[in-house]
Nanobody, 130 residues
């Protein structure tokens, strides 16, 4: 059973940066090249929203609020997905989750929709103060 473990969250001031990591355990059962991967966030009282996604062909998509500030990347050799967040704003405060979908349609599927993904991590908290 593949598990996703996020880390790297914390508290920063507005304008600061953080890099989140998501490691897929049970690496032998995780053919990374077969997965669609995504980052999501959920603020208190709000629905979970897509932040960024990366497909098997490395196609990348970003939600409008984070374009130009966040960067999704991966290290396949380490089974690790990253989210580099720059110019953080208080509105970015949320629990951030990593998600995976095996053999999904990473090209045309709803990769920024939470319902697309079948495997989720426990989340890492990001707090941005003004």
């Amino acid at each position: 059973q593949v598990q996703l473990v996020e880390s790297g969250g914390g508290s920063v001031q507005a304008g600061g940066s953080l890099r989140l990591s998501c490691v897929a355990s049970a690496a032998s059962a995780f053919p990374y090249s077969k997965y669609c991967m995504g980052w999501f966030r959920q603020a208190p009282g709000k629905e979970r929203e897509g932040v960024a996604s990366m497909g098997r062909d490395a196609r990348i998509r970003y939600a409008d609020p984070v374009k130009g500030r966040f960067t999704i990347s991966q290290d396949i050799a380490k089974n690790t997905l990253y989210l580099t967040m720059n110019s953080l704003e208080p509105e970015d405060t949320a629990m951030y989750f990593c998600a995976a979908r095996p053999y999904g349609d990473c090209w045309s599927g709803p990769v920024l929709s939470s319902g697309f993904y079948t495997i989720w991590g426990q989340g890492t908290q990001v707090t941005v103060s003004s």
